[in-house]
């Protein structure tokens, strides 16, 4: 097991300069105001959103409350009707029974993209946020393991997940729909409430689906694997996946959403890896990708030699993870050749960025060692979700990337792309200092 590992430093930051000083900004505060220390905990009391004391470039929480307001006037009652994207979401507390059900917007007509991740990076952050927050939650408590047991309300919720195209759905609420989280360290989610009754029509089966759903002999992972092939999206297997489609007929069971994101990222990636990957020849030099989306900056280094993988991200004071108002903090993982044995204590984004290299280097026959930084500023006011970084890698991958033999001069490139030192990449990157200091036979054979 990898030991979990969190690295902070202090840094000058132009951007940020001014801030640490609170003097310009407290020349608009009360003069009561600037006599206090203002902590962490009451920071939003005293900025409300005008003076972005927090460090982000604008507000997360009027960004929220924004789209929330939009959308109000619509849900504000019992009966929510329009057409599911489709899309259902299954929580994780109170684990094995857990809250399940669709996710309905007040609304009919195409809304597929509202829940197809890999169409998002051409729309702006706003219409994102309005998207999460339109689609109302209806929650149905269920145990796991009722996956399979065929009840009306379970057939009608994997129904939806089933479907090719947006399904027109009836939700009775039990009361008026609520508990939108207002909170800039929580993903924009809309609200919800307790299932009374749900109808459903229009409906076109996905017949790829329908066919993983009806072969109650086959086991998840190869059914996975089976839809991945056909080019079904990893949004649409990932709702199979959580719904209880796949697998053996008395295994199914309910995944939480959370969960089986990256358990459909880690099997994709680890068959790509194991199938193809490994069989395929090294690539003949060094190659550097690079892409920017929602204020996070992507740079995939590929090295000429076999296969392993690290990812490391660093995240700028004011960003989602990092409340510190003047430290970078970091933290990574990584798996050497013949992969991982315990859980990315990175959390799920290690496996969506896994999935995104491991599709181009199965995509153009190849192997090679891959190294991915990312750094996350301001701009990243709110979490997204793991697509984000799937989608931002799978962005920077299309790119031309930048070609040398020489290890000296990619690291010299990579230090111009990037605001972070290079010295500190190799303080806690294992690829970086391997790079540097490890002799290979080659050498002694050159």
């Known amino acids: 097991m990898t030991k979990k590992f969190i690295k902070k430093f202090k840094k000058r930051i132009p951007w940020f300069s001014n801030l640490s000083t609170l003097e310009p900004i407290l020349e608009l505060t009360p003069i009561s105001i600037q006599k206090k220390k203002i902590s962490r905990q009451n920071i939003c009391i005293y900025c409300r959103g005008t003076k972005l004391l927090c460090g982000k470039s604008k507000c997360p929480i009027l960004v929220k409350m924004f789209s929330f307001t939009k959308v109000l006037p619509l849900i504000n009652k019992r009966e929510i009707e329009g057409s599911s994207p489709p899309a259902l979401f299954i929580g994780r507390f109170g684990y094995p029974y857990v809250n399940v059900g669709p996710l309905v917007p007040p609304y009919y007509g195409d809304t597929s993209i509202m829940d197809t991740p890999e169409k998002w990076h051409k729309l702006n952050l706003q219409k994102i946020i309005d998207f999460r927050f339109s689609l109302v939650r209806g929650k149905k408590k269920l145990h796991i393991r009722d996956a399979s047991k065929g009840s009306r309300i379970v057939s009608l919720i994997q129904e939806i997940a089933l479907s090719k195209q947006s399904v027109g759905s009836n939700m009775m609420l039990k009361k008026e729909p609520k508990g939108v989280i207002i909170d800039d360290k929580l993903q924009p989610m809309g609200p919800g409430a307790p299932l009374e009754k749900l109808d459903i029509h ?76 490994k069989r395929n020849p090294v690539i003949s030099e060094y190659m550097v990708f690079e892409g920017n989306l929602f204020g996070d900056k992507f740079v995939i280094i590929m090295f000429p030699e076999s296969w392993s993988y690290e990812f490391i991200e660093a995240w700028y004071p004011g960003t989602t993870w990092n409340p510190s ?81 020489s290890f000296v001069e990619v690291t010299k490139y990579v230090s111009s792309r990037l605001k ?21 036979l080659t050498d002694w054979v050159s």
């Open 202 to 277: 229009s409906m076109k089966t996905n017949q790829l689906l329908e066919k993983v759903y009806e072969d109650d002999d086959l086991k998840a992972l190869h059914a996975v694997k089976y839809l991945y092939e056909r080019k079904v999206p990893v949004s649409a297997i990932v709702r199979g996946f959580s719904a209880g489609l796949l697998g053996l007929r008395y295994e199914r069971r309910f995944v939480p959403t959370r969960w089986s994101i990256t358990a459909v990222d880690s099997m994709i990636s680890r068959q790509l890896i194991n199938e193809k990957i």
């Open 325 to 405: 108002r003047d430290t970078i903090a970091i933290g990574g993982d990584w798996e050497p050749y013949w992969g991982r044995t315990a859980y990315a204590q990175i959390g799920g984004c290690y496996y969506a960025a896994r999935l995104a290299v491991t599709e181009y280097l199965s995509r153009i026959g190849k192997q090679a060692k891959v190294l991915i930084l990312r750094e996350s500023y301001p701009d990243h006011i709110l979490p997204l979700g793991v697509w984000h970084v799937r989608e931002g890698v799978r962005l920077a991958l299309k790119a031309r990337p930048f070609k040398s033999s």
């Open 420 to 440: 972070i030192p290079m010295k500190t990449w190799y303080e806690v990157s294992r690829i970086l200092r391997d790079a540097k200091t490890q002799t290979k």
